[in-house]
């Protein structure tokens, strides 16, 4: 197992920001659907740390642990061809814990019943998942721990650095024909 460093821990993720079609639209899925808390919603016209003009809108929706998921609307530059739905296994995904099944399936009846398409649940041992998009082509999870969670997560743990050294053998020679050779290699 790697060792791990000396550093102040991270504490968590605060925020994962991404892109939005039209921030009224995300407001309404985020409070109104997923019954988010909507924290700020900031008007910019300057890029960040420059003087450079870049009109934006950065929306903030608050979870119950304190965690927020944000949206920046970028009206001078937005592109229909991005908001496509996304696939989790190509691109990405953020996923939500809910604090039980019975929560998962109030949700997952509540999209059907508002016309999304939702998928599972599934059982992947350590967490029971529902997936779906949101208006911005986000794949969402709505994911519940098992009750073996840490367990299954410890027993992980305990083989990870031969599973991950048993995938990098085998996956070298494929990725380094599709690959650009790493900085630091």
Known sequence: ?????????ILGIHHSAYLCRDAKETRDFYCDVLGMRMRATLAIDKRPGTDDDLRYLHLFFEMEDGNFVAFFDLPDSVSEDYFYNKDSMQEYHFAF???????????????EGLGLAVRGPIDHGFVTSIYFHDPNGLQLEFTVRADRHEAILSEEEAKSDEVLARWTAETAAVKSERL???AAE
Do not use: H
């Not at 197992?1 to 821990?9: L, N, Q, R, V, Y």
């Not at 814990?97 to 999209?111: H, T, W």
């Open 97 to 111: 814990e809910l604090k039980d099944l019975e929560a998962q399936q109030y949700f997952k009846d509540r999209l």
């Open 180 to 182: 650009k050779p790493a």
């Open 1 to 9: 197992m790697t060792a791990a460093i000396t550093a102040p821990k």
